[in-house]
């Protein structure tokens, strides 16, 4: 077990110097660093002040040396834009990307166990399959023309829902929350949508396939045949037993969600931090742009390495697998 | 959809795996209803400059008077705009002509060199086995639990933008794909006998990797093909919307619909709607082929 989390802890670390490598690579050799990571309204004074501080006039391995000692004391340059350091930038913008992800989560498990369930009972019927075309509708359309026409449909024609932004927020816990005004809660409505559509596909295929699975096991059988009423076999007996792969995949998803929030949010101008790094890639803000990346890339890591744990305490052969080869 | 339905002579011919596959693949209306439609679609995407009424990126053919007109509007000249114009007064149906020429090219473009990249890769480590299968599986595990549009992402803010750019990042993404399903089959097709019988006559490893074991990986390789091209197509598309994929000299369709998004507001719905509808009837077509494709070719669900 240990051996088995040294080698994965190993493997991360590869993973991060790696990623650190390639951006460094990308913003200082590819391009001018001058440019890149100066402010170009800037003195010559300032340009050459600036310059020194970051070691740019060193040799390259001596650079790559101050970039990963700044980074791992969390110094990850400044904003050209907002003059603020970028790390706090992001932290800044964090609640509402994953307020966003966590509400698609939420609509994918409730909206899609049920559907999924349906669909796999009665797999012939006319709803089943509207169900499942609905879902192939779902993998296929790319996320942001939905929103585009989510948009289109409730905003501009209908008026019903607005279109941008995060609405009213109200502090929970230490952060802004939007989810506990009814303004807000309007606001999140079609973003948390379109984002969960995806997953929502997914959940109702993992479903559907779960339960026509254990509907032919033996305790299925059972527990109809002692005259349990059709309600509490599905909801207990079935629903226990399918849970498993879809609250699995689920965990393993989240991270997903955060990173296509990128697209939701640039639809729905949602302040979040998706909306941030493609608005500083327009800009050329290349500091916030180092630091998102280094920090969704590293929370990613982080989330594998989680999964990967948990997986080899709950299955060994995991582990077994992974010492044979 | 004509071919193999109602033509039960097909006994008096021989059966080739081809025909076979064929006639399988036929049974499905669904399937070759949207194998005709992707043909159409490909044909008018390598078509484009003689099939698009106009060139929209011609400015002597374009006029700034002609902007903003809705669907079936008349210029002018007596021309008709089916589908409306852009905000600089483009055809739309010259413009999606267009850009389902550059969308399809740089998708199917994006699609051949990483086959190429993760057949390659996959049939060494599966052929090779040991350390170099180990690595080559790690490298592969570890892109493929990073979402996609992340990679894209990292690679783009990187690189910046540009076709070759964008290639670079759609082969990135999906090349770890067809190596593991190329390794999965080589995997099991290299443990028998007509393998073990070109080793004894002792082929080169070149000769066995490509003449013999490749052909025998082709059929799911083919399903992952389908799905690859679709995903490259609507990545491509996505990051174009974003403004980080295709520059702007390279109107594909998640440029024009991006265009279109800004108009959205002032229910001039239709410059994003139709662009919007040609890259969904695009990847919903590639899918049901492939999915039909899976169906024919899974060795589990043959009859």
């Known amino acids: 077990m240990t051996v088995f989390i040294i080698r994965r802890l190993l493997q991360s670390s590869v993973v991060v110097a790696v990623m650190s490598l390639l951006v460094f690579v990308g913003v200082n050799i590819v391009g001018d660093p001058v440019d890149m990571l100066i402010n170009p309204e800037a003195d010559q004074a300032e340009i050459e002040r600036v310059m020194r501080d970051l070691g740019l006039d060193r040799p390259v391995h001596e650079q790559y040396g101050y970039f990963v000692v700044n980074a791992l004391q969390g110094d990850l340059g400044k904003s050209f834009i907002f003059g603020e350091p970028a790390l706090q930038l992001i932290v800044q913008r964090m609640p509402a990307t994953f307020e966003l992800a966590i509400a698609a989560l939420l609509i994918a498990v409730v909206l899609g166990i049920p559907l999924g369930v349906l669909a796999g009972l009665r797999p012939e019927a006319g709803s089943s399959k509207a169900i499942m075309a609905g879902s192939i509708l779902g993998f296929s359309l790319p996320s942001f023309w939905v929103g585009i026409m989510m948009i289109m449909l409730f905003a501009v024609m209908l008026g019903w829902l607005p279109s941008t932004g995060r609405g009213d927020t109200v502090p929970f816990l230490g952060i802004q929350v939007s989810f506990l005004t009814w303004d807000g809660l309007q606001h999140l409505l079609l973003p948390a949508i379109n984002l969960s559509l995806f997953k929502l596909s997914l959940v109702i295929r993992l479903a559907r396939a779960g339960t026509r699975e254990v509907v032919h096991q033996d305790y299925i059988k059972f527990a109809r045949a002692k005259g349990l009423s059709e309600g509490r076999v599905v909801l207990v007996h079935l629903l226990k037993n399918i849970m498993i792969p879809v609250v699995t995949v689920l965990g393993l998803e989240f991270g997903g969600l955060v990173a296509f929030s990128v697209v939701t949010e640039t639809v729905f101008a949602w302040p979040g931090m998706g909306k941030l790094i493609i608005d500083s890639l327009h800009e050329l803000d290349r500091p916030v742009v180092v630091a998102y990346l280094m920090i969704v890339v590293l929370m990613f890591v982080v989330i594998n390495l989680l999964v990967d744990i948990v997986y080899s305490v709950l299955d060994p052969r995991v582990r077994l697998q992974d010492a044979s080869a | ?303």
């Open chain 2, 1 to 303: 959809m004509t071919a193999g339905i109602g033509k039960p002579a097909a006994a008096a011919r021989i059966e080739t795996p081809f025909r076979r596959f064929a006639s399988d693949f036929l049974e499905s209306r669904i399937a070759t209803a949207a194998l005709a439609v992707f043909a159409v679609i490909a044909f008018i995407a390598v078509f484009a400059p003689w099939i698009a009424p106009t060139d929209p990126y011609d400015l002597a053919q374009v006029s700034v008077l002609d902007s903003h007109m809705p669907p079936g509007a008349e210029a002018f000249d007596g021309r008709v705009f089916w589908l409306g114009t852009d905000g600089a007064g483009r055809d739309l149906v010259s413009a999606i002509c267009y850009g389902l020429r550059i969308s399809l090219g740089v998708g199917v473009m994006s699609g051949v060199i990483a086959m190429a990249i993760g057949c390659a890769v996959g049939l060494a480590a599966a052929y090779f086995g040991g350390r170099v299968d180990t690595l080559i599986m790690r490298i592969v595990d570890i892109q493929l639990s990073f979402p996609s549009i992340l990679v894209a992402l990292v690679l783009l803010a990187v690189l910046g933008k540009g076709v070759d750019k964008i290639l670079i990042a759609l082969v990135t993404v999906q090349w770890a794909y067809y190596a593991r399903t190329v390794r999965a089959s080589a995997l099991v097709e290299r443990s028998k006998e007509y393998i073990d019988a070109a080793t004894c006559l002792a082929l080169s490893h070149r000769r066995i990797l490509f003449r013999h074991l490749l052909p025998n990986c082709l059929p799911p390789l083919i399903v992952v093909v389908t799905v690859q091209t679709a995903h490259a197509i609507a990545l491509e598309a996505t990051l174009s919307f974003l403004g980080i994929g295709l520059p702007i000299t390279e109107p594909s369709l998640g440029l024009l619909i991006a265009n279109g998004f800004e108009y959205m507001l002032s229910m001039k719905y239709w410059i994003s709607v139709y662009p919007g509808v040609a890259l969904l009837v695009t990847i919903v077509s590639i899918n049901l082929v492939g999915d039909q494709l899976r169906d024919i070719l899974n060795p589990r669900l043959q009859k």
